[in-house]
């Protein structure tokens, strides 16, 4: 394994005002930075999944609109600028790459390469792994937001971050890239 450059844990919280029923879930985010310049972001998921909708793991995919069922997201921009990219992934191994010149303004879409992600799941533990090559970030210091859009079964999409800056989910917002990284 390659060297540790910079490594951080934080547990992703529920937005407060979407209601918690009929989950019972915990998430832990990792995001471990190597000195070859790969980043991985890992998600720790425990509880009662057997409520969750957690897609298997197909193939590797390009594909839009993840956040309309469970995936893993990670936002990053630089320190003092308007512009971040976002990156999704799902279980199922589909993932997809955003870059925005400032909230919420879509840029043209980015080729960050085709990331190595390999998904757990059992009915009370999962645990999904994204392995991101070297360019894939903006370079420079960064500021990282991660989060991740639970489906319940049955209906219903439930929101984690490592902070929830606004009344109503929303993980564009700068307040919530918390993970600095130098």
């Given at each position: ?12 919280l ?9 989950l019972?879930?915990?998430?832990e ?40 069922h ?8 630089r320190?003092?600028e ?7 992934w799902s ?22 390469g ?27 210091p ?13 209906g219903?999409?439930h ?7 606004l009344k ?15």
């Amino acid at each position: 394994m390659d060297p540790i450059r910079a490594h951080w844990i934080a547990p992703l919280l529920p937005h407060p005002t979407v209601p918690a029923a009929p989950l019972s879930v915990s998430i832990e985010a990792t995001v471990t930075c190597f000195v070859t310049g790969v980043i991985e972001c890992r998600y720790d998921l425990s509880g009662t999944l057997d409520q969750c909708v957690m897609p298997s793991h197909s193939r590797t995919q390009r594909a839009d609109e993840l956040w309309r069922h469970t995936c893993f997201e990670a936002f990053v921009g630089r320190p003092g600028e308007l512009g971040y990219h976002e990156f999704n992934w799902s279980p199922s191994g589909a993932y997809a790459a955003y870059a925005f010149s400032d909230y919420r303004v879509r840029a043209e879409d980015i080729d960050a390469g085709v990331p190595l992600i390999t998904s757990e799941v059992s009915e009370s533990q999962a645990t999904v792994i994204v392995r991101l090559r070297s360019g894939t970030w903006p370079a420079g210091p960064l500021e990282l937001g991660l989060s991740a859009v639970i489906e319940a079964v049955g209906g219903g999409l439930h929101y984690f971050a490592v902070h929830h800056p606004l009344k109503r989910p929303d993980f564009h917002d700068r307040r919530g890239f918390l993970l600095r990284i130098a």
